[in-house]
């Protein structure tokens, strides 16, 4: 498989869908190429490009139906592509085995060879070695309330990891519908970081743990503030998850799974909230931003689709933003469509459409 040649400055998206992984190009964010589909066929939960090595190495999670579940990497974009050589794969006396790969994470910038894999039945997975070799983190796989950990809907699966970028000893997971977990200790051990977040369909509502936390973003230049996604509401703490703040106040519904801010101006953050049916509330299509880190949000809406028979939902990966000024944002949605904006959710375009369910978008600029 052949594939466009990229250059220095292009904005390249990775779209991982029910069917196959695709990949968007644009040297300007106006005009958009896209890539017939690699690992095609195959539900592609997560996908990134790790350029820290100089050289571009593509990850994407393979979630097949029938033949197992793999993490693949890439040094062509896609053309062609590698297994571990030892993989992610349960001890056989563990009696678990790997449903879902759901997210893949570089590791910081003074770690070029560390990778993270968050996985259903929820574990934390590294490799040092740049993908060829996994082990998994044992202090999670063994934490003492595991054995109290239950399933949201997509199962009991490990979706997002945050490695501290001012601290190489704390990390952020979210876990389904376990909630936001923190390490001090370089993953040594792990507590739970969910006060003040609601589990409204338990019976006692503020748990220590249980919590269907859909999404988490660190801010780029005050690493004790983050944003979440929930199912029980939107929250932002101000010091590294110890207590939570609601930050809902104005958006028309509590539940909603993906979030992303501006990495220029960090107090603008983008989100997606939705019905009980899991899609648009209204006949719009709608994006909420904030530019006051939550005081108050508005409707982003033109450009995007509205009328009658619109019914378009957001899965938690399916939003994201890249690091230009003014943001791009982007969004794909589980019906197929990827909507973009390039000036901070001002006004959006289609850019592709007819796409299988997408699960994941992640921008990066080639360099």
Known sequence: MMRRELHSGDVLLLVGTKRGLFLLSSPDRETWTCEEPTISGHRIYSAALDQRNGRPRLFATDNGD????????????????????????????????????????????????VIYVGVDPASLWKSNDGGVTWEINDALANHPTRDRWGPGAGGLCLHTIIPDYSNTDRMWIGISAVGCMRTDDGGKSWTFANR??????????????????????QHPTNPDVLYQQNHCGIYKTLNAGEDWIDIQHNLPSEFG?????????????????????????????????????????????????????????????????????????????????????????????????????????????VR
């Open 196 to 217: 003040n977040t609601r589990a409204s369909f338990l019976p006692d509502i503020y748990p220590e743990f249980g919590q269907c936390i859909h999404r988490i973003v």
């Open 257 to 365: 799974f993906p979030i992303a801010l501006d990495p220029h101006h960090p107090d603008t953050v983008f989100t997606v909230v939705e019905n009980d049916a899991r899609n648009n509330i209204g006949e719009h299509f709608t994006v909420y931003r904030t530019r006051d880190a939550g005081e108050q949000w508005e409707p982003l809406t033109n450009g995007l689709p509205s009328g009658a028979q619109v019914r378009l939902g957001v899965l938690r990966h399916g939003l994201c933003t890249d690091v230009k000024d003014p943001c791009g944002v982007y969004v794909g949605t589980n019906t197929g469509q990827l909507f973009a904006s390039a000036d901070g959710g001002d006004n959006w375009q289609l850019i592709a459409d007819f796409l299988p369910s997408i699960y994941s978008v992640s921008a990066v600029i």
């Open 66 to 113: 029938f033949f197992g579940t793999f993490l693949r990497y890439s040094d062509d974009f896609g053309a062609t592509w590698q297994e571990p050589e030892r993989g992610i794969a349960f001890a056989e006396e563990s009696g678990l085995s790997l449903t879902n790969i759901w997210t893949i994470v570089p590791g910081r910038a003074e770690e070029p060879g």
